[in-house]
């Protein structure tokens, strides 16, 4: 049974890091294109950074130069490096796996249950 599990989520103060991963079960990632999106409490889920099968990424506005997607084809692993966090990054973060780059979630077709993410000010 094909399944996104997330894991890395937890509590920062402002300024800090953490690093978001993203495995999957019975899915091959390596011919996907793989996204993280958020969701803040009375927000509508957005997308946060999206990185092809072939290496090539987009991200947020809200997060350029902050966060970095990356991919570990060997280990069927995405991550996430989110540097200097801040309190409007506070989410639940979910990873999706789809058939294009884009943030737009339109595209993605497996989904996680979330990480979440809060960071202190």
């Known amino acids: 049974r094909k399944q996104v599990l997330e894991s890395g989520g937890g509590l920062v103060q402002a300024g800090g890091s953490l690093r978001l991963s993203c495995t999957g079960s019975d899915m091959a990632f390596d011919i996907y294109a793989v996204a993280w999106f958020r969701q803040a409490p009375g927000k509508e889920r957005e997308g946060v950074a999206t990185i092809s099968y072939g290496g090539d990424t987009l991200y947020a506005d809200s997060v350029q130069g902050r966060f970095t997607i990356s991919r570990d084809n060997p280990k069927n692993t995405i991550y996430l490096q989110m540097n200097n966090l801040k309190p409007d990054d506070t989410a639940l973060y979910y990873c999706?796996?789809?058939?294009?780059?884009?943030?737009?979630?339109?595209?993605?077709?497996?989904w996680g249950h979330g990480t979440q993410v809060t960071v202190s000010s």
């Open positions: 999706a796996v789809g058939r294009a780059l884009s943030l737009n979630e339109q595209w993605y077709k497996d």
